[in-house]
């Protein structure tokens, strides 16, 4: 059986890697006040960022799907890992020794099994990059240099060599201690006749890496005609490794990308290290299928890509000057339509590729290709114009028919105006208006569609997409007493921000927050998260790990959310009076207080009308109108001292 990692390298693994360090390998994040940051969830697609992580508490909460937790709750939930699979990743980045409770230091036995992929394939990745310096590898050498790479580059990007031999690599990693049944899973090696066998064999070798550096898998290219395989043979599907959620080069490009806040988009592997050695550091390409949904969403993260956005972020397309480079040109239309990004296309001229264009050309002429790109729609309206003779009447129409589609796709409706302008220019037609009001027909029938195929999915999808929920608290067991609670109605505005507060600056709140009772709070949720604070030792007490006892001595998951949730989420302050959260604080405890004051005086101002109302209970309402004074003149000292009243 494995063994657990000791308690103690757990939580020195948790404090060595800060949360925001680690979140930011997989998304842009920009400050949202009070020492946080956000960014486009990771876990949910959504069109304003409401996914925030807390670098002072070391914890992420999103305020659209409730996802949240700590640096290593991040960890398992992106990468699909077992706890002790996130613990092993984290300690190595952090270059941290580990130690088990059973069996001592033995990693190799201990690993989850993606771990143990991932160190597999790192270690192939390294016997690949020295066998290209091997006599048999002068192929690949020759091949890499006809494409202008030398040496540097190819260890820029850990380009490597296959053997040709059966099962060099096999009997490699096997030294290295790992089992057959590893290297089978991880699609290094294949079942052949006599036992497993390399996979790739006499092919040169790119390493493909996930987001964060780590090798996944190979993309191997065929050099000798003697080879019946496909042109390029990529790493199969695995437990780690899943091409349409894979972009080649994304771990190079990523700070680029983030910084310029645009992407260039290639076809294959040579045009990235092309690109990036012509000064074009954004390029990535896919890896063996088309450009889809899962690329969408990497990239969308990366720009910070929203609707939102101050600047929108561009997306540029290259493609081959051939009818198939713009076929793929076309279908990456459909797509553009996920971004809110700009997305233009950059076709090469005379049908070359980046790489290509680079050998013949020069670094200037690449970054030229992606300075003279156009808009994809334009682009996309040139191309289907292009394919009908305008010279006849028939032919304007055809072309009118095939085009005004694709401009009444165009979700922005002055892009679209502007658009259904220039078609009718490119077309020849003359009348404005006649194609002003195809291609808003058009739209109109696409809409109906639209609605009548997807209305009742879309009616019952809760929360909406990019929007916050009303209530906080994760749905339990339905119950037919009336509307849900909405935790983020104003009439419950000042207990949240008070325990806001009394979470993310216990200091600024104590210890006058610990002699509030429960009933100072209506909304439940928020009673049981005072009461939570309060078995975790009350602000008083706070230091570094009360957030965590909080946490542990919320009586549910549900709880246990509501607290990370109000840890992370901002405090409702305009962001030049960030300096005054100390009078921020003093005033929530007045506001808690009062409301709290004025709910008593209600209670009491019926029961004395009661007992006033009733024969014999004189001594009781003088009693109660005597209570009331008192509570009275407190209210008074609140509104008029503020918290020295307290």
Same mark, same amino acid.
């Given at each position: 059986?494995a063994g657990r990692i000791?308690?103690?390298?757990?939580?020195?693994v948790?404090?060595?890697?800060?949360?925001?360090?680690?979140?930011?390998?997989y998304l842009q994040?920009r400050p949202?006040?009070?020492?946080?940051?956000?960014?486009?969830c990771p876990? !949910?697609?959504?069109k $304003?960022?409401s996914?925030?992580?807390?670098? $002072?508490?070391g914890l992420?909460?999103c305020?659209?799907?409730q996802?949240?937790?700590? =640096?290593l709750?991040?960890?398992?939930?992106?990468?699909?890992?077992?706890f002790?699979e996130?613990?092993?990743?984290?300690a190595?980045?952090a270059g941290i020794?580990l130690?088990?409770?059973q069996?001592?230091?033995s990693?190799?036995?201990?690993?989850?099994?993606?771990?143990? &992929?991932v160190e597999?394939?790192k270690?192939? @990745?390294q016997y690949y990059?020295e066998?290209?310096a091997?006599p048999e590898?002068?192929?690949?050498?020759?091949f890499?240099?006809e494409?202008g790479f030398?040496?540097?580059? @190819?260890?820029?990007?850990?380009v490597?060599?296959?053997?040709?031999g059966?099962? !060099?690599?096999?009997?490699f990693?096997?030294?290295r201690?790992?089992?057959?049944?590893?290297?089978?899973?991880s699609?290094?090696?294949?079942?052949?006749?006599?036992?497993p066998?390399?996979?790739?064999?006499?092919?040169l070798?790119w390493?493909?890496?996930?987001?964060t550096?780590?090798?996944?898998?190979?993309g191997?290219r065929k050099l000798r005609?003697?080879d019946?395989?496909?042109k390029?043979l990529?790493t199969?599907d695995?437990?780690?490794?899943?091409?349409s959620q894979v972009?080649?080069?994304?771990?190079?490009?990523?700070r680029d990308?983030?910084k310029t806040n645009s992407?260039v988009?290639v076809e294959?592997y =040579?045009?990235v290290?092309a690109c990036h050695?012509?000064?074009v550091t954004?390029?990535i390409?896919?890896c063996?299928t088309a450009?889809g949904g899962? !690329?969408?969403k990497?990239?969308?993260?990366l &720009?910070m890509d929203s609707s939102t956005?101050?600047?929108?972020?561009?997306?540029v397309?290259?493609?081959?000057?051939?009818?198939?480079?713009?076929?793929?040109a076309?279908?990456?239309?459909?797509d553009?339509?996920?971004?809110?990004?700009r997305?233009?296309?950059?076709?090469?001229?005379?049908?070359?590729?980046?790489c290509?264009?680079?050998?013949?050309e020069?670094d200037?002429?690449?970054?030229?290709?992606i300075?003279r790109r156009?808009?994809?729609?334009?682009?996309?309206?040139?191309?289907?114009v292009s394919? !009908?003779?305008?010279?006849?009447a028939?032919?304007r129409?055809a072309?009118l028919?095939f085009?005004g589609?694709?401009?009444?796709?165009?979700?922005?409706?002055?892009?679209q105006?502007q658009?259904a302008?220039?078609l009718?220019?490119?077309?020849g037609?003359p009348?404005?208006k006649?194609?002003?009001?195809?291609?808003?027909?058009?739209?109109r029938?696409?809409?109906?569609?639209?609605?009548?195929g997807?209305g009742?999915?879309?009616a019952t999808r809760a929360?909406?997409?990019?929007q916050?929920?009303?209530?906080?608290v994760?749905?339990g067991p339905r119950?037919?007493?009336g509307?849900p609670?909405n935790?983020r $109605?104003? @009439?419950?505005?000042?207990e949240r921000?008070l325990?806001k507060v009394?979470?993310?600056?216990?200091?600024l709140?104590?210890?006058a927050?610990?002699?509030?009772?429960?009933d100072?709070?209506?909304?439940?949720?928020?009673v049981?998260?005072r009461?939570?604070v309060?078995?975790?030792?009350?602000?008083?007490?706070?230091?570094d790990?009360?957030?965590?006892?909080?946490?542990?001595?919320a009586?549910d998951d549900?709880?246990?959310?509501?607290?990370?949730?109000l840890?992370?989420e901002p405090?409702t302050?305009?962001?030049?009076r960030?300096?005054?959260?100390?009078?921020?604080?003093g005033?929530?405890?007045v506001q808690?207080r &009062?409301?709290?004051v004025d709910r008593?005086l209600?209670?009491?101002?019926?029961?004395?009308r009661?007992a006033?109302a009733?024969a014999?209970?004189?001594?009781?309402?003088?009693?109660l109108r005597g209570?009331?004074?008192?509570?009275?003149?407190y209210?008074t000292a609140?509104r008029?001292?503020g918290?020295?009243?307290l």
């Open positions: 059986m000791n308690d103690e390298d757990v939580k020195t948790r404090d060595a890697v800060p949360i925001d360090a680690v979140v930011s390998e994040l949202a006040g009070g020492g946080n940051l956000k960014g486009l876990f !949910h697609d959504e $304003s960022p996914f925030h992580v807390s670098p $002072s508490k992420y909460h305020f659209g799907c996802e949240g937790g700590d =640096t709750a991040f960890v398992m939930k992106i990468e699909h890992l077992s002790s996130s613990v092993e990743r984290l190595a980045q020794t130690r088990y409770e069996g001592g230091y990693p190799g036995r201990q690993q989850g099994e993606r771990t143990r &992929l597999a394939h270690a192939a @990745a990059t066998q290209l091997s590898a002068e192929i690949g050498r020759r890499l240099g494409r030398d040496e540097a580059a @190819a260890a820029h990007f850990g490597g060599y296959a053997p040709a059966w099962d !060099h690599l096999v009997r990693l096997r030294g201690g790992f089992t057959d049944r590893e290297l089978l899973v699609g290094l090696a294949q079942d052949g006749r006599r036992g066998i390399d996979r790739f064999r006499g092919r070798i390493p493909i890496r996930d987001i550096g780590e090798v996944i898998g190979f191997a005609d003697d019946n395989g496909p390029y990529n199969p695995t437990p780690i490794y899943h091409k972009l080649y080069g994304i771990d190079l490009a990523k990308i983030a992407a988009v294959g =040579t045009d290290m050695l012509a000064g954004t390029a390409a896919t063996g450009f899962d !690329h969408v990497i990239l969308r993260r &720009l956005a101050h600047s929108a972020g561009e997306v397309f290259t493609f081959d000057g051939d009818a198939a480079g713009q076929k793929a076309l279908r990456a239309f459909e553009d339509q996920k971004f809110a990004a997305t233009s296309i950059a076709v090469s001229p005379g049908g070359m590729d980046p290509e264009l680079r050998l013949a020069g200037e002429a690449v970054q030229q290709l300075e156009s808009p994809l729609f334009e682009f996309a309206i040139r191309s289907i394919q !009908h003779n305008l010279d006849t028939e032919g129409s072309a028919e085009a589609p694709i401009v009444a796709q165009i979700k922005d409706p002055a892009i105006h658009y302008v220039r009718a220019g490119l077309v037609i009348d404005e006649f194609v002003l009001r195809r291609v808003g027909q058009l739209a029938w696409s809409r109906q569609r639209a609605a009548g997807g009742t999915r879309t929360p909406v997409r990019g916050q929920p009303a209530a906080t994760p749905p119950t037919p007493s509307p609670l935790l $109605s104003p @009439a419950l505005l000042e921000e325990l009394a979470l993310q600056f216990p200091a709140v104590a210890p927050f610990d002699a509030y009772g429960e100072e709070f209506t909304a439940a949720p928020y049981a998260v009461r939570a309060m078995e975790a030792g009350g602000v008083s007490g706070a230091d790990a009360f957030l965590e006892r909080v946490r542990e001595a009586p549900s709880v246990r959310t509501l607290v990370r949730e840890a992370v405090l302050m305009p962001r030049r960030r300096a005054e959260t100390d009078v921020y604080a005033r929530r405890l808690v &009062l409301a709290a008593k209600r209670d009491l101002e019926s029961a004395a009661r006033e009733q014999g209970n004189a001594q009781a309402a003088a009693d209570e009331l004074w008192t509570l009275e003149q209210r609140l008029e001292r918290v020295a009243a």
